[in-house]
Structures are given as C-alpha cells and as structure tokens.
C-alpha cells in the first residue's frame, strides 16, 4: 500500500446523521450485531474476526458491508445506551438494516466514498465523517 | 406529521423513515400491505423494550396486518435450556407490548408459509432478512429488509421508504451464477444460498441463477433455505432462479438492461467447501438441529419419515425448531409424540440461533452441532459452537450414532 500517495478526503458518499470526529477502528470483513459482538460486552467475538477481542466503542467503526439478518437494526440502540456503540459507522456500501440502526440510534452512518475506504483507512486514524456532505477528512 | 400533530409515535415513524431512507436514496414513501416485525430481547436489550413500550403508550397501533418474526424464548422450554428468568420476563414485557401495538404474535420466520403467501407485485415491509429473500424472490412481491424498528415504523404509519426492491430497475439481475451439478435437498440448497451470498456480499446486487440441465426444480422448502442462507451471508434480498422463479422466464427477462457485474460458475467441490467444517470424523455429536428457519409440517414429515424406527443417541440432542402452528398440528397428528418417543424434541416460536445461544450451550454442557442449515452454522460459530453442514441424512445419523461419521 502507497501511504504517500494516500488522499486527505474520501468523498462522493451518501448517509444521514450530524458530522462526528473520532479514531477510526477498521475492518475489513461484514458485520452483524448477533453473528460478531459478545451482546454482554459489545466486543468482537467472532473467531477469526479481524477485530477479535476488541471493543468498537467510541471509535468511528469502518466496515465493509453488513451481513443478513435483522439484529444490527435494534442492537445499535441498546449499545449506545450501556456505553459500546460507535460513534459513527463508515462502510463501503450499507444495506437498509444497518441503516434503520443508526438512524433509530442516533449514529451517523456514510457509505459510497470515494476512493475505496478500506485502502486507504486506518485503525488509529484520527478522522471526521460528515454524511451531509459525504465526506470523510483525515484531521 | 412529522412535527408530531399526530402525535409523538407517528412523528417518531415518519422520521425514522425519513433518515433511513434519505441514507438510502428513497425520495418518497409508499403504501405497504402488510409488515413482518422482528423484535426479540436478544438483540433489543432494555433499550429497545422500553423504546417500544414508549410507542404503544404514546398510543402506536399497527393499520396494516403486522406479524412478528421468531422470538427470543419458547416460553413453555426455556427454562429447561438455561435460558435465564430475566430475559424470559423480558420477552413477556415486550409480547404484551407487541399485543396493545395490535401484531398478529406468530412468531415465526416463515410467515410466507403458514401465515399467508406474499402475491405478485405488492408491497411489503418485512423484516425477517430470510423471508424478504424468499418474497422478492420466489413470490415476485416487492420488499426492502425492514428490521425491527423500521418495521414498527412501517406498521404505524402504512408506509415504506420507496427505493431499491421496490422499483423494478434494481430487481434485474446484476450477476450469472451458472450452478453445473445437481442439487439434492435443502442442505444443498441451503450452501449454494451461502456461497452465493459470500461471493456477491450486497444488499444491492441479484443473482441469476442457471441451473444444470435436468435439475428438478426445487421446492418451497429448498426455496427457503436457499433465501435464508443468500440473506444470512450476504445480505442478498431478491434473486432469480431462470424457468423457476417468477421475473426470469429467460435469462435475458431476469437482467434486462442492467450491466452484469460477473460471471460465477458453481461446481461440487465448491460446495463441498461449505460441507467442511470444524467437525472431524469421530467427533461425539452433542446437538442436530433442525432450524433456520423454522420448518414446514413438510420438513417435519420428512425429518420423522427418515429417522424411521431409529432413535436418537444417550448424550446427543435431536432438535427442530418449529412455530406455534407447526407444533399445534404435530400434536393433532401424533408426530410430536412419535419425536418425542424417538429422544427428539421440539423449540417452539423461536430459532436455535435466537433463544440465548450462548446460555443454551452452556446449561446443555454442548459444544459440537450438526445442522443441514448453513445460516445456522454461520451464526453459531460466533456463540462458541463447533459447526458442521450436513445433508439430513447424515444429520440424522449422527443423531442415532451420537457421532459424526
């Protein structure tokens, strides 16, 4: 990977939600709130995940794509409540469940950047998404 | 509406759907015919509870017929499987709940089934991820996935977000996947379902699928299964299947215009992948499960009519996971006690994957599970099962053996 060549903004995305600034925690495989999080502890408890044995709480969660199933739409809410949601999500492309989750949640949610979001993010990275315009900055 | 003249949960329903749907292109809502609700304490937690006690006390009722999908709790077993007293009086609050809300409570993932066939061409708000598959689909109706509070929303307001399976342009097919062997029951269904939903992984693309000459053309329980596993692994909501579904009478009818991403070709071997597992030859076999979803009377009958006069193994659990329907008319025609007799039994209302997976294996002292559902096996391996594919065949004799062979 050419971190040289590595752009400041990712853009050209669609979401909902007010713009949020955080340190981004990345994967690069799909997600269900059932299938991968420990419900008790809200960390990764997939085995083989690439995010195995951590937590996406407070950090903006970069994923690839949501997998089936219906769980995420409810589980975002529940998350944020006991303190282990995101504070936004960022995916290659989202799918309606993961969006009826951020929006009953109250999380900001963005997909469709530009250039492709997983070549270029980072876990660490410290960044700013805003889904109003589409964007995704690092600061 | 939105300001809350109609008050706090109709403003609640219209700007949920306006996030959802301003995140996902839609510019406007349409009418719905009816709703398919997944709401279960699992995954909801407090937060979701409360949030829907909040609706039905700000006065939200359902106006358009509303089911509810598989919950969290077979209320009459629950406890015999560690299922914990907290989430069953959980689920109590929120059935109560859903009740005021006014939701026919089947509980059940195969409301196209044993509740009421989606038609042709009508619109739906259904959450179930596995029977929005199946009625875009098999049933050509048009659904987005609408999980649990989208759903809710959907039921107060009659409406749904119009954008993506609800138009025809994004029903065409985006992808060919050419299957050359022979298909031979549901478990094989079930892993074409999950090596499609791998391979494509998006909600927005379709797959059309060639089936090898001579194939038979599969069943409404194949259909099911294949739906289930698509959804489960790939968050694939519509499908054609060329000569068998009802938008594809050829395969030019099932793209139209739409530019195709790829070409798959689908072999044995790269099904037999899905077979292989975390399970060797020898392992004791703690749990078969049938589930994922829940069976038809017809998979029921089939289950019993191969396990013959075998029972099932000291140390091995048979189970099916059915809805209230199904077992009511398994006990009307004897074949719950004939399971019973042979050392099965029966989750009712729920799904294997729903009811506290993690408590179950516990309380059970369980770790190995062989299942003919690949989206069961999917799911479990994340709760700390050892997972195998089987076909039911060899699901069942390693029920009797006790082993996987």
């Given at each position: 990977?050419?971190?040289?060549?590595?752009p400041?903004l990712?853009?050209g995305?669609?979401?909902?939600?007010a713009?949020?600034?955080g340190?981004a925690?990345?994967?690069?495989?799909?997600?269900?709130?059932r299938y991968?999080l420990?419900?008790e502890h809200?960390?990764?408890?997939r085995?083989?995940?690439d995010?195995?044995g951590q937590?996406?709480?407070?950090r903006i969660?970069?994923f690839?794509?949501?997998k089936?199933?219906?769980?995420?739409?409810?589980?975002?809410l529940?998350?944020?409540?006991?303190?282990?949601a995101?504070l936004?999500?960022?995916?290659?492309r989202?799918?309606p469940i993961v969006?009826?989750?951020a929006?009953l949640a109250?999380?900001?949610?963005l997909d469709?950047?530009?250039?492709?979001l997983?070549?270029h993010?980072?876990?660490?990275?410290?960044?700013r998404i805003?889904?109003?315009?589409g964007?995704?900055?690092?600061l | 509406?939105?300001n809350?003249?109609?008050?706090?949960?109709?403003a609640?329903?219209?700007?949920q759907?306006m996030?959802?749907?301003q995140a996902?292109?839609?510019t406007?809502l349409?009418?719905i015919?009816?709703?398919h609700?997944g709401?279960?304490i699992g995954?909801?937690?407090?937060?979701?509870?409360?949030h829907v006690?909040?609706?039905v006390?700000?006065?939200?009722?359902?106006?358009?017929p509303?089911?509810?999908?598989?919950?969290?709790v077979?209320?009459?077993r629950?406890a015999?499987y560690?299922v914990?007293?907290r989430?069953i009086?959980r689920?109590?609050?929120?059935?109560?709940?859903?009740?005021r809300?006014?939701?026919i409570d089947v509980?059940t993932?195969i409301n196209?089934q044993?509740?009421?066939?989606?038609?042709?061409?009508?619109h739906?708000a259904?959450?179930?991820t596995g029977?929005?598959?199946?009625?875009?689909?098999v049933?050509?109706?048009?659904?987005?996935y609408?999980?649990g509070?989208?759903a809710?929303?959907?039921a107060?307001?009659g409406?749904a977000?119009d954008?993506g399976y609800h138009?025809a342009?994004?029903r065409?097919?985006?992808d060919v996947?050419?299957?050359?062997c022979?298909?031979e029951?549901?478990?094989?269904?079930?892993?074409?379902g999950?090596?499609?939903g791998t391979?494509?992984?998006d909600?927005w693309?379709?797959p059309a699928i060639?089936?090898?000459?001579?194939?038979a053309?599969?069943?409404v329980?194949?259909?099911?299964?294949?739906?289930?596993?698509?959804a489960s692994?790939?968050?694939i909501?519509?499908?054609?299947?060329v000569?068998?579904t009802p938008?594809a009478a050829t395969?030019?009818?099932?793209?139209?215009h739409?530019r195709?991403?790829?070409?798959h070709?689908v072999?044995?071997?790269?099904l037999?992948?899905l077979f292989s597992?975390?399970?060797?030859v020898?392992?004791k076999?703690?749990?078969?499960?049938?589930s994922?979803?829940?069976?038809s009377?017809?998979?029921?009958?089939?289950?019993?009519?191969?396990?013959?006069e075998?029972s099932v193994a000291?140390?091995?659990?048979?189970?099916?996971t059915v809805n209230?329907?199904?077992?009511?008319e398994?006990?009307?025609?004897?074949?719950l006690?004939?399971?019973?007799?042979?050392g099965?039994?029966l989750?009712t209302?729920?799904?294997?994957y729903?009811?506290a997976?993690r408590?179950v294996?516990?309380?059970l002292?369980?770790?190995t599970?062989?299942t003919?559902?690949a989206?069961?096996v999917?799911?479990?391996s994340?709760?700390?099962y050892r997972?195998?594919?089987?076909?039911l065949?060899?699901c069942?004799?390693a029920a009797v053996?006790?082993?996987?062979?």
């Amino acid at each position: 990977m050419n971190h040289l060549a590595s752009p400041r903004l990712l853009s050209g995305g669609r979401g909902v939600g007010a713009a949020v600034e955080g340190i981004a925690i990345v994967s690069h495989q799909g997600f269900n709130a059932r299938y991968d999080l420990d419900p008790e502890h809200g960390t990764f408890c997939r085995p083989g995940h690439d995010l195995e044995g951590q937590s996406f709480a407070n950090r903006i969660y970069c994923f690839r794509t949501p997998k089936g199933g219906i769980a995420t739409s409810w589980a975002l809410l529940d998350l944020k409540r006991r303190g282990l949601a995101p504070l936004g999500l960022v995916c290659v492309r989202m799918n309606p469940i993961v969006a009826q989750g951020a929006a009953l949640a109250g999380l900001p949610i963005l997909d469709g950047l530009e250039p492709d979001l997983l070549e270029h993010v980072r876990t660490g990275d410290a960044i700013r998404i805003d889904p109003v315009q589409g964007t995704l900055a690092w600061l | 509406m939105v300001n809350g003249e109609a008050g706090a949960a109709m403003a609640w329903a219209i700007q949920q759907q306006m996030a959802a749907g301003q995140a996902l292109g839609a510019t406007r809502l349409r009418p719905i015919r009816s709703v398919h609700a997944g709401a279960e304490i699992g995954t909801m937690g407090d937060a979701g509870l409360e949030h829907v006690e909040w609706l039905v006390e700000q006065g939200a009722r359902s106006c358009v017929p509303t089911s509810t999908a598989a919950c969290s709790v077979d209320f009459a077993r629950a406890a015999g499987y560690g299922v914990s007293l907290r989430q069953i009086e959980r689920e109590q609050r929120l059935h109560r709940a859903l009740a005021r809300f006014g939701v026919i409570d089947v509980s059940t993932c195969i409301n196209y089934q044993t509740l009421t066939p989606p038609r042709f061409g009508e619109h739906l708000a259904w959450g179930d991820t596995g029977a929005v598959a199946f009625a875009n689909g098999v049933a050509g109706a048009r659904s987005n996935y609408e999980g649990g509070p989208a759903a809710l929303a959907a039921a107060i307001t009659g409406l749904a977000p119009d954008y993506g399976y609800h138009q025809a342009e994004a029903r065409l097919a985006s992808d060919v996947v050419e299957v050359s062997c022979r298909l031979e029951g549901t478990a094989d269904w079930s892993a074409l379902g999950a090596w499609m939903g791998t391979q494509l992984a998006d909600y927005w693309r379709v797959p059309a699928i060639v089936l090898n000459d001579g194939q038979a053309a599969p069943s409404v329980d194949e259909l099911k299964h294949f739906a289930a596993a698509a959804a489960s692994f790939g968050s694939i909501a519509m499908f054609h299947i060329v000569g068998v579904t009802p938008e594809a009478a050829t395969l030019d009818a099932a793209c139209g215009h739409r530019r195709r991403q790829a070409h798959h070709t689908v072999t044995r071997s790269t099904l037999g992948g899905l077979f292989s597992h975390s399970l060797a030859v020898g392992d004791k076999i703690d749990l078969v499960v049938f589930s994922a979803p829940q069976l038809s009377l017809g998979e029921v009958q089939m289950v019993l009519a191969r396990l013959g006069e075998r029972s099932v193994a000291p140390g091995t659990r048979l189970i099916l996971t059915v809805n209230a329907q199904v077992e009511a008319e398994m006990r009307r025609l004897g074949w719950l006690e004939r399971l019973e007799q042979a050392g099965g039994g029966l989750l009712t209302g729920t799904c294997f994957y729903v009811m506290a997976p993690r408590d179950v294996r516990r309380h059970l002292g369980a770790t190995t599970l062989l299942t003919p559902s690949a989206k069961l096996v999917n799911i479990l391996s994340g709760a700390g099962y050892r997972t195998g594919l089987a076909t039911l065949d060899a699901c069942l004799d390693a029920a009797v053996s006790g082993y996987f062979a």
